[in-house]
């Protein structure tokens, strides 16, 4: 064994060579700190068998008399075994044997060449580990290095990329860069959508940011469906990112229904505003149409009179044109405010919602001779809001505080609605001069069914508040018995970014 000894001792591979009966007959320096160190004596017509899993016994021995044979299906492939020696994080090591026979073993010997593969066994397996989790994941998955190149995808990414005729190399997605399938999807993609998350990857990636996420839709032609991409940073030295794409369709949904439903009872409400109003607006409109028939009969009158004095028939006319446009803004006014409308936010001055619930408002509080007056700021305040909501919640407050003032028959009978900036909200008071709330009514006044109207229903203040808190807002009264009353809500104002 002297040449066997020469030329692998100092081989950084463990080489042995072994008995049938699977007993050490050689091995050489690297084998044995493979296989826990001491002496070559300690180690010569010792056997293998002590060292490994006693489930591994029996296909270690069949393997080396298989090797001394030269023969056998585990001649062609590496054996794995556990040796029951302590390995990284206290597991056993895991040894990879590969054996033939031995040339001049007559059948009885065999070399092994043999080398622990622990750390590689270990990372297999948390590699497959890791792509187990990400399969377990419903949401689609793509693992992104530094450059964004995807490394990894999960089944579910499959799934959704076959399910949607998707490429063979967009199924696989290994090696894909996903940065430049977003740029390419951009050219077709007016919202802008690819390219917003191509910019929130490389956001992340760069560490700009610490998370990114878009809500987006992917409809098909049978079938509508929204989706939330987030991104996340992997929290490793070589960097890269996790973008998940989860199915938000039901939770959208729920929101649209959620929403609509929200409108039919605020629509609701506006037609139980237009009750309260439609006595008032009756005798606003008989105002200019009966001026109006005035008008039109002394045109008739004008226009028979021989010689015809054109001017004055013409200036006639006018007034009476100007009494049919009065009517006209009423009506369009009343219309506007019963309409059922989507949610949809518009930019606009905060003051113009004001001017036109006043101006709804006007008649009923000229037959209860409640006098409005406006506070309003020089400067225009900007605010991204539904114009029909907000104008209801105007209404809302403006109706009951001159209900309010009526009911009690209070002698002074005025309304102020002041409108102010603070910090980064818009903030609307409309305060009345009626008899105030008690203190358990300042509590309970938002609340639905709650009113201390006889023919009330409870609900114009409660819808008044959901409305304020879906644009983000807050609303609240301030109020003491003999003092008044002051309802408030606040708006976010509209910043230039287009946020609001």
Not at 171 to 184: K, P, V
Not at 221 to 232: C, G, I, Y
Not at 396 to 416: H, K, Y
Not at 479 to 497: I, Q
């Amino acid at each position: 064994m002297d040449l066997f000894t020469q030329l692998c001792d100092w081989a950084p591979i463990g080489y042995a060579v072994f008995d049938i009966e699977g007993r050490f007959v050689e091995i050489n320096a690297a084998g044995i700190q493979l296989l826990g160190g001491g002496s070559r004596s300690e180690w010569i017509r010792r056997s293998l068998g002590p060292l490994l899993d006693p489930t591994q016994s029996e296909r270690a021995l069949r393997h080396l008399h298989e090797a001394c044979a030269g023969q056998g299906e585990l001649l062609r492939e590496p054996c794995i075994l556990h040796v029951l020696l302590p390995g990284e994080n206290g597991h056993p090591r895991r040894l990879q044997f590969f054996s033939r026979p031995h040339p001049t073993g007559g059948g009885r010997l065999c070399l092994t060449a043999f080398q622990d593969i622990s750390a590689e066994a270990q990372r297999r397996e948390s590699d497959s580990q890791r792509q187990a989790v990400l399969d377990a994941l419903s949401a689609q998955i793509a693992v992104l290095d530094v450059t964004g190149r995807i490394t990894a995808v999960n089944a579910a990414w499959r799934r959704f990329a076959r399910g949607n005729g998707a490429s063979p190399e967009l199924e696989a997605g290994i090696g894909l860069n996903y940065l430049s399938a977003c740029c390419d999807a951009s050219a077709e993609d007016p919202d802008r959508l690819a390219q917003r998350s191509a910019e929130g990857i490389r956001a992340v990636l760069s560490g700009e940011l610490p998370h990114f996420g878009l809500e987006y839709p992917c409809h098909s032609a049978d079938k509508q469906r929204w989706f939330l991409m987030s991104v996340t940073p992997l929290e490793l030295d070589f960097g890269g990112v996790v973008v998940a794409h989860t199915d938000i369709s039901k939770r959208v949904h729920m929101e649209h229904e959620s929403r609509r439903r929200r409108e039919e009872v605020a629509h609701a409400s506006r037609l139980s505003s237009v009750t309260v109003l439609a006595a008032s607006l009756v005798h606003e409109l008989s105002q200019p149409l009966a001026a109006a028939n005035l008008y039109a009969e002394a045109a008739v009158t004008i226009g028979r009179k021989e010689p015809l004095d054109s001017a004055y028939l013409l200036s006639v006319m006018d007034d009476m044109r100007d009494q049919v446009d009065r009517a006209t803004r009423i009506i369009e006014g009343l219309r506007r405010f019963m309409r059922r409308g989507e949610f949809k936010k518009e930019t606009g001055r905060l003051e113009e919602r004001v001017h036109e619930a006043v101006a709804l408002v006007a008649p009923l509080a000229r037959r209860k001779r409640v006098r409005l007056k406006l506070d309003l700021q020089t400067e225009p305040v900007m605010v991204r809001v539904n114009p029909l909501q907000i104008e209801q919640v105007l209404v809302n407050l403006l109706c009951n505080a001159i209900e309010a003032i009526d009911l009690a028959g209070s002698p002074v009978r005025n309304i102020r609605v002041r409108v102010e900036t603070l910090a980064r909200a818009a903030r609307v008071t409309v305060a009345d001069s009626g008899p105030g709330l008690e203190p358990q009514w300042v509590a309970r006044i938002f609340d639905v069914l709650e009113t201390k109207k006889e023919s009330g229903m409870g609900m114009g203040l409660a819808i008044s508040r959901t409305i304020v808190e879906t644009h983000g807002g807050k609303i609240w009264v301030e109020s003491a018995p003999g003092k008044g009353a002051e309802l408030c809500f606040t708006l976010p104002l509209h910043d230039d970014g287009g946020t609001a």
